[in-house]
C-alpha cells in the first residue's frame, strides 16, 4: 500500500448510527428492501488496554478508553455489509455525535477491507494523518478517518482474522439467499439513490476507483445458520427433509426411509470411531463394531499394526468374533476355516472341493483403518480423504489435552428411547443447562428443583462456532455478564450463594467428579480440597491457585504436566461433534466422550455410549489397560448419576414430542445449537450429493 487510495480499494460496509436500532432496521427494511438484520450483539472493548491477554481495545484520540460500549446490528444487502450502531456509553462520542434527531438511521462510515492493518497504519501516518479511533474486537483490527469536513462521514480500514471474515461472508450468503442471488441496492442515505454492488461497481472515488469486491471465503461461523460454498443445493433434497434457517424437519429424525439413507450413504463413507488403542494393546486384541446391519472387526495384528476387516467368513458369511476378545487366528464357528491377523487365509476345510481360485480371494475383506489421540477410526470407503484430513482442526485444537496419553477409566453403553441424533442434539448444546441441571451453580447440588427466575437470569451463555464438517460450543460465563466476542476460560465456574470464591470454585469441580465421575479427576478433586483452605494471592486469582494445586499434584504422581494457555483453551471450545456421531469434550487431564449408533429398523430407538478418559503417569504409557465395556438395556440401572440421568429422561420426552401433529421441526437458536443444525447440513452432503 502506497497511497490513501490502496487503502479504500476493497469495499466492505456502509455505517450507521442511531438512538433506536430496531427502527434504524426496519427503516433499511422497508426502505431498501434488505433482510432482517440476523446478527445483532453487544460489543465492550474499553475494559482491557492493548496489552490485555483478551487482545480486545478500543483507542480514542490517542486515549486507551477505560469503557467503550455500543450495540451493533448487521446485515447484508448482496456483498455490501449494512452495520447499525447504537452508542451506549464511554468514549462514545465518535458515534453519539453524529446521530441526527428525528433520523431512523444516519449515515456515518464508508468501511474498507485490508490484508494488513499495520502496513494501513503506515500510510496512514505517511499522509500526515492520525486514526480517529481505532482498536482490536475479537480478530477485527480497525480504525477509523475522520473525513466529515470534506465527505460527511468518516472512513473506516479493517483488517479481518477467519472470525470476521466468517462472519461477513455468511451475513452476504443470507442476503443471498434471500434475494434469490439477485444484486440488491446498496442503502448509502444522504450520498444519492441506492446503487447495485455488484464485482465490477465504480460509484464511489477517492483519489481513484473504489472496487466492490467479496469477502474471503470463511473456514467457520458464528451466530448464523451455517452454509458453505460444497453445500448441497437445497432443491436436490427432498422438501420434507429440507433444512431452513434455523430449522430442522422433524421427518429427519423419525423417518425410516430417512435413517436407511444414512445407514447406506452417511455412515458408510465417513470415519467413525470404534475403540480406544488401549483397548487392543497386545497382538489378537479385538473389538467388534455394531453399526445397523454391518459388523466390523478391528485387531491388533502386530505390535505396531492395527488392522480392520468385515467381521464376516469368506464362506458362508457367518460373524467371526463377537465384543471384545483375543485371538491368535480368526475361526469360523461354523465350518471351522481360519484366517491369519493379516487377513490371510491360513485353513480351508477339504479346500480340492471348492472350484480352484487364487489365495487372495479367500484373504477377509479389509477396511480403511487409522487412529489418532488414542482412538482408533474405521471407514468403509476406500477412497475417503486420509483421517487427519478428514478430521482437521480438531487434532490441532486438541493437541495441548494429550488424549493420546489418556486411558479409558470406565464405558457404559445404552439402549435409549430416542433416535440416534436426539442422543447427540442433548450433548451438543449447553443452551439446556439452566433447564435441564439447574442444580450446576447450586449451592445444593441435591436440590433437582426446576430453575427460579432468578437462577435462570444467571444462566451460562455458550455460542456455537460451526466449521466446514465439526463444531463445537464454548460455555462463556453467564449471559448477562459476557459479550459477543468473549470466549471460553476455566475460570469461569463457580457455585451461587457461596461467598468464599475458593469454596464456591472448589465446590463447582467436586460436584462434577462426585456426580459424573469423570470430567475431573482424583487429581483435580483433591486440588479443590485444599483450595478450599488455601492462601490466595494478592491478586484473588482462585483459578490460578487451584491451577498450581493441580499441578504439583499431577507432576508428584509422575503426570506429564503441560501448561496451557488462554488462548488454547479458548480455542478449544466446551463440545465438539466428530462429524457424524462422536463428541468430544478437550479438558486437561480427564475427559469425556459419547458416541451413538442407531438401531437397524427403529428411528425411535439408539444405542448411545458414555466414556471417561484420565491421563497417566509417563511411566504408565506401555501398561496394560483392561477395559470391560458395560452395556444397559435400561439406562436406570447404569448408576449414571443426577446430571447423565436428566440427560438421558429428555430423551423419551423429545422422543414423544416429536410425533405429536402439533410438531413440524427443531427450531434452533442461531447463537448457541448451530452445532446440531451443522451436523444436518454435513450430512445432506453425504446423503444428498450426486457425485
Known amino acids: ?55 480486545s481495545f478500543v483507542v480514542v484520540d490517542g486515549v486507551t478508553a477505560d469503557e467503550w460500549l455500543i450495540d451493533v446490528a448487521l446485515v447484508n444487502a448482496g456483498a455490501t455489509n449494512l452495520e447499525i450502531i447504537r452508542p451506549l456509553g464511554g468514549a462514545v462520542d465518535l458515534y453519539r455525535g453524529a446521530i441526527r434527531p428525528g433520523v431512523p438511521a444516519t449515515l456515518h462510515h464508508l468501511g474498507f477491507r485490508v490484508d494488513d492493518f499495520d502496513a494501513a497504519s503506515e500510510v496512514v501516518a505517511a499522509s500526515g494523518l492520525t486514526w480517529k479511533q481505532f482498536g482490536r474486537s475479537g480478530d477485527v483490527r480497525f480504525g477509523y478517518l475522520d473525513a466529515t469536513a470534506t465527505l460527511g462521514h468518516f472512513i473506516e480500514v479493517m483488517e479481518l482474522g477467519p472470525d470476521g471474515a466468517g462472519m461477513f461472508a455468511q451475513l452476504e450468503a443470507a442476503s443471498n439467499a434471500a434475494s434469490g442471488g439477485a444484486n440488491l441496492p446498496v442503502p448509502v442515505a444522504g450520498m444519492g439513490v441506492g446503487r447495485t454492488a455488484s464485482a465490477d461497481a465504480q460509484w464511489w472515488k477517492m483519489e481513484g476507483v473504489i472496487a466492490v469486491s467479496a469477502v474471503a471465503e470463511p473456514h467457520k461461523l458464528k451466530g448464523v445458520t451455517p452454509s458453505f460454498p460444497s453445500d448441497v443445493p437445497p432443491e436436490r433434497i427432498p422438501e420434507k427433509y429440507r433444512l431452513g434457517r434455523g430449522f430442522i424437519p422433524k421427518s429427519r ?30 497382538v489378537g486384541s479385538y473389538v467388534e463394531y455394531e453399526l445397523g446391519a454391518y459388523s466390523i472387526v478391528v485387531i491388533r495384528d502386530a505390535p505396531d499394526s492395527v488392522r480392520a476387516y468385515y467381521n464376516s467368513c469368506r464362506h458362508r458369511g457367518t460373524r467371526l468374533v463377537e465384543g471384545c476378545g483375543r485371538v491368535g487366528t480368526f475361526i469360523c464357528p461354523f465350518h471351522g476355516w481360519r484366517w491369519n491377523l493379516d487377513g490371510s487365509i491360513k485353513l480351508i476345510l477339504d479346500q480340492e472341493e471348492f472350484d480352484p481360485v487364487a489365495t487372495d480371494n479367500w484373504s477377509l475383506v479389509s477396511v ?71 442444580q450446576l451453580m447450586r449451592a445444593d447440588k441435591h436440590n433437582l428443583n426446576l430453575a427460579t427466575l432468578r437462577e435462570i437470569d444467571n444462566r451460562i451463555w455458550s455460542p456455537t462456532t460451526t466449521y466446514e464438517r465439526h463444531a463445537h460450543y464454548s460455555a462463556v460465563g453467564r449471559k448477562k455478564d459476557v459479550f459477543r466476542d468473549s470466549v471460553k476460560t476455566p475460570e469461569a465456574r463457580g457455585t451461587d450463594n457461596v461467598t468464599d470464591p475458593r469454596v464456591s470454585f472448589a465446590k463447582a469441580v467436586q460436584y462434577i467428579y462426585d456426580d459424573m465421575k469423570g470430567l475431573e479427576n482424583p487429581l483435580s478433586h483433591r486440588a479443590a480440597e485444599e483450595l478450599k483452605t488455601a492462601e490466595i494471592p494478592e491478586d484473588g486469582n482462585v483459578y490460578g491457585k487451584f491451577r498450581e494445586l493441580y499441578r504439583d499434584l499431577s507432576i508428584k504422581e509422575g503426570l506429564d504436566w503441560r501448561d496451557i494457555t488462554s488462548e488454547q483453551w479458548a480455542a478449544a471450545g466446551t463440545a465438539w461433534n466428530v462429524f457424524p456421531n462422536l463428541i468430544l469434550l478437550p479438558n486437561q487431564g480427564s475427559s469425556f466422550g459419547y458416541r451413538a449408533r442407531p438401531v437397524l429398523g427403529d428411528p425411535d430407538s439408539c444405542t448411545f455410549e458414555i466414556f471417561a478418559l484420565e491421563q497417566v503417569a509417563t511411566a504408565d504409557y506401555d501398561k496394560r489397560s483392561d477395559v470391560e465395556r458395560q452395556h444397559f438395556d435400561d439406562f436406570n440401572e447404569a448408576d449414571l448419576g443426577d446430571v447423565f440421568m436428566q440427560d438421558m429422561r429428555n430423551t423419551k420426552n423429545v422422543t414423544v414430542g416429536m410425533h405429536s401433529p402439533g410438531y413440524d421441526g427443531h427450531r434452533l437458536s442461531e447463537a448457541q445449537e448451530m452445532t446440531i443444525y451443522n451436523h444436518h447440513r454435513v450430512a445432506d452432503r453425504y446423503i444428498f450429493r450426486e457425485d
Open 1 to 55: 500500500m502506497r497511497s490513501l487510495a490502496d487503502l479504500m480499494r476493497n469495499f466492505l460496509q456502509v455505517g450507521y448510527v442511531t438512538d433506536d436500532i430496531d427502527a434504524a432496521a426496519s427503516y433499511l427494511e422497508s426502505t431498501f428492501g434488505t433482510i432482517e438484520c440476523v446478527t445483532h450483539f453487544r460489543s465492550s472493548l474499553g475494559r482491557a488496554g492493548p496489552g490485555a491477554a483478551s487482545g
Open 253 to 282: 429424525y423419525l423417518d425410516p426411509e430417512f435413517q436407511a439413507l444414512e445407514l447406506d450413504k452417511l455412515f458408510t463413507r465417513t470415519w467413525l470411531m470404534v475403540c480406544r488403542e488401549e483397548e487392543i494393546s497386545r
Open 368 to 438: 480403511r483403518c487409522d487412529t489418532w489421540g488414542g482412538f482408533v477410526f474405521i471407514n468403509m470407503d476406500p477412497t475417503a480423504e486420509p483421517l487427519l484430513d478428514y478430521l482437521s482442526p480438531v487434532p490441532e485444537f486438541f493437541a495441548p489435552f494429550q488424549f493420546e496419553n489418556m486411558r479409558v477409566t470406565w464405558w457404559k453403553s445404552l439402549r435409549v428411547p430416542c433416535n440416534w441424533k436426539t442422543a447427540l442434539d442433548g450433548f451438543l448444546e449447553s443452551y439446556h443447562a439452566i433447564g435441564t441441571h439447574p
